[in-house]
């Protein structure tokens, strides 16, 4: 195997499931934005590449964490939903992107997008699986990659951090990736590896596809 991943066993999910009284709260949808936010393009644009209508839930427990999302992620969204259990606002769920702000992702893949996007999505085939796989786990070794700091993902990495604090790590779907040494010098690895404290490859066995990306704080 490469020297810069190590594997591992599938890592134990740190999210338990809260019990108590369950409220969910509809928010009407806004005024659509004319642009979009690097943080926000970190999700929606899986939706245009792969022509779907993802649910993505988002920690919004901190006011810090609700500001952003209300003000970058939730005007691009139909259907907005906020999520309490016990009185206690725990996160906003998004799905269907408005068409306007399908449109503003279509232009900015031309000009503009975050350099995070099309290294990310590589394909328009998410790879759904049709029968059960067997996925091997590899950790990053840091110490191996080239870190990449760039002005334009600083947000997103401040944003990301509130998935830690939250979640203790978010998981991603990268597209069109296969476990190759050329991997290495992925735009999305090296970034992830300048403040993340850990960064997990999910592979398919059967075809070496990485089918997830698990960054940990």
Not at 32 to 38: A, H, I, Q, V
Not at 42 to 66: G, I, M, N, Q, R
Not at 172 to 180: D, I, K, N, Q
Request: net charge negative.
């Amino acid at each position: 195997m490469y020297e810069w991943l190590i594997e591992i066993e599938e890592p134990q999910s740190e999210v338990t499931l809260e019990n108590g009284e369950l409220h969910i709260e509809r928010i009407n949808p806004t005024t659509p934005l004319t642009e979009m936010s690097e943080i926000c393009q970190l999700f929606a644009a899986f939706d245009v590449l792969l022509h779907t209508d993802s649910f993505t839930s988002l920690p919004a427990e901190s006011d810090k964490a609700l500001k952003t999302i209300m003000s970058e992620i939730a005007p691009h969204y139909e259907e907005v939903q906020q999520i309490f259990i016990n009185g206690k606002r725990k996160e906003i769920n998004v799905r269907f992107l408005k068409n306007t702000s399908k449109e503003i992702i279509k232009q900015l893949l031309s000009d503009g997008i975050s350099p995070i996007i099309p290294d990310l999505y590589r394909s328009s085939n998410s790879k759904l699986p049709t029968s059960p796989r067997k996925l091997t786990y590899y950790e990053v070794n840091k110490a191996k990659i080239e870190p990449l700091f760039l002005k334009e993902t600083e947000k997103t990495k401040e944003f990301i951090t509130l998935f830690f604090i939250d979640r203790g790590s978010i998981a991603l779907r990268p597209t069109g990736w296969f476990l190759t040494a050329e991997l290495k010098e992925s735009i999305t690895i090296r970034m992830f590896s300048t403040f993340a404290e850990k960064v997990v490859l999910v592979v398919d066995d059967m075809d070496g596809s990485v089918v997830g990306l698990d960054i940990y704080g």
